[in-house]
């Protein structure tokens, strides 16, 4: 028969890599083997530290909040999943534990404003999507903190006013974009 229940992989060290439950589902559900992953799982780096840990529904979709880390134990990323599609909020770690990214996603697409942080902390850019789509208004910063563009974006591309600043705050050009071109 198919396996079913508790299932556990280990690495070559002995430590364990992978935990979680299986079921029998169908061949072409995505597992040659005609097995599912349902509920809880977690799974390790050889060094022991953990690498990811979130939960299947019953029909072996990604659901809930899945937490994944870097090798050094420091988190890495969250996201919200419903059915294997990302939905909801997104946020992404350097591996120094500082924040890289806060986005939100509606049917495994950004949707909303998405804010990037640079390695010392201080706002990268913000930039808002729709349907995955770069839209309206994005400010990029440097990185000690001061604007330095600003542009439009229509249906992703670069669509509108571009302004670019000294690091004073003043204008140092400005362009008007369509369709992507200057």
Request: glycine share 12%; proline share 2%; no cysteine.
């Amino acid at each position: 028969g198919l396996e079913n229940g508790l299932w556990t992989s280990w690495w070559e060290n002995g430590t364990k890599k992978d935990e979680g439950i299986i079921k029998p589902g169908l061949k072409g559900d995505g597992n040659p083997k005609g097995t599912i992953l349902v509920d809880l799982w977690q799974g390790w780096y050889a060094n022991g530290k953990q690498n990811y840990v979130g939960s299947y529904n019953s029909k072996g979709k990604k659901a809930g909040e899945w937490n994944y880390f870097y090798e050094n134990g420091e988190r890495k990323e969250t996201t919200d999943y419903s059915n294997d599609v990302a939905e909801g909020k997104s946020n992404v770690w350097y591996d120094n534990g500082l924040l890289y990214s806060a986005s939100t996603y509606q049917h495994d697409k950004k949707q909303g404003e998405e804010i990037r942080y640079f390695f010392n902390g201080r706002i990268s850019s913000v930039v808002n999507y729709k349907d995955g789509n770069k839209e309206g208004i994005a400010k990029y910063y440097t990185v000690d903190g001061n604007l330095s563009t600003v542009a439009q974006f229509k249906n992703d591309k670069q669509d509108g006013t571009e302004t670019v600043y000294y690091a004073n705050g003043k204008p140092s050009s400005v362009a008007n974009y369509v369709n992507n071109l200057p």
